[in-house]
Every structure is written in C-alpha cells, then in structure tokens.
C-alpha cells in the first residue's frame, strides 16, 4: 500500500516535470505559443507571434491568452520593466484587404476591453502578410454598430493603407518605449 501510494506520487512529480519542462521549452526566450488542440484561428495567432517575436525579443516578451473567450489574444510584456504592457486583440481574416470595406470588432469585446481596462490595446486585422492596427479608445463604444452573423459590431476607422510586420513591430516597440 505505501509503495503504490509511493509510486502514484513520483510518477505525479514525473508528470509536474515534464510540463514545466515544455513550458521551460517555450518560455525560456520569451514566446509562449497556444499548444495543444488548437482551431485555425488559433494557429494564424502562433505565426503572427512568433514572426512579430522575431522582431521584438530584444526588449518584449509575448504571451497568448490561454481562455478562449479572453477579450485580448495577446500581453506584450516589457523586459526592462514587466509592469509594462500592451495588450493586443488580433483578427485574421482571409482575405484580401481590397475587398474589405470596413474594420469591424465585436461589440461586446470593445465593452469588455473597457470594463476590464485592458489598456493599452492596439487592435490589429491581419490579412496574410499585410496589417491594419489602430489604437483601442474607448471612444469606439459610440461609433456605427451593425449586425453581422446575429452579431453587434462595431465599425472602425483605420487608415487606407495596410502595414508590414516590421512596421508593426515599430509601433509595439515605440509603445513599450
């Protein structure tokens, strides 16, 4: 009886081990990837952070949220100083930019972001290799709603032209500066 009470313990510690070694794995430079069963979406956000990881780990670390229904996908966290951050709210989409004719986001999620005080938030639409990223204000609330899939959202305002990943890695680091 006390050796399989003996053994049901090790083999506990065994299992403890082993995840903060995988977790070790993908910490231990600063990048923490969504693992597991993952969705398509999710997929999408571990290549966006892992390509926008290359061009911050000097000076940040990135980290998914781990709850699906999260109002943010990601917290960038300073390494100079941890008490920094910047959260990050990530929409792939499929296609093209040209044949977008507005940026929209959840209304419940911008409400959420404002409750929560997530700030600061850049929202950023990803269409393949090209983005749209704008500043989260909690003015947004007030903007044009509309229903799209049984769903309220709101219309957001970016600039006409899309970005790189570079250029959004600039605008990460320019905030955690």
């Given at each position: ?42 997929k ?31 917290i ?32 419940p ?6 409750l ?36 309220k ?17 600039e ?7």
């Amino acid at each position: 009886m006390f050796l399989n009470a003996f053994y049901k313990l090790l083999m506990s510690f065994k299992c403890l081990f082993y995840y903060l070694y995988k977790y070790y794995e993908i910490m231990c430079d600063g990048l923490q990837l969504k693992r597991g069963s993952i969705t398509y979406d999710e997929k999408l956000e571990n290549i966006f952070s892992a390509t926008l990881y290359n061009f911050i780990k000097k000076e940040c670390t990135i980290k998914p949220t781990i709850n699906k229904f999260d109002y943010v996908d990601f917290i960038i966290t300073s390494r100079k100083d941890p008490k920094k951050v910047l959260y990050v709210e990530l929409k792939c989409r499929n296609v093209k930019y040209k044949h977008v004719k507005s940026m929209i986001i959840g209304y419940p999620k911008m409400c959420n972001i404002t409750l929560c005080e997530l700030m600061p938030c850049l929202l950023v639409w990803s269409f393949g290799d090209e983005y749209k990223c704008v500043e989260y204000n909690s003015s947004f609330i007030n903007y044009n709603t509309r229903v799209v899939q049984n769903s309220k959202v709101i219309d957001i305002p970016v600039s006409p032209s899309c970005i790189n990943i570079e250029r959004l890695s600039e605008i990460i680091l320019n905030k955690m500066s």
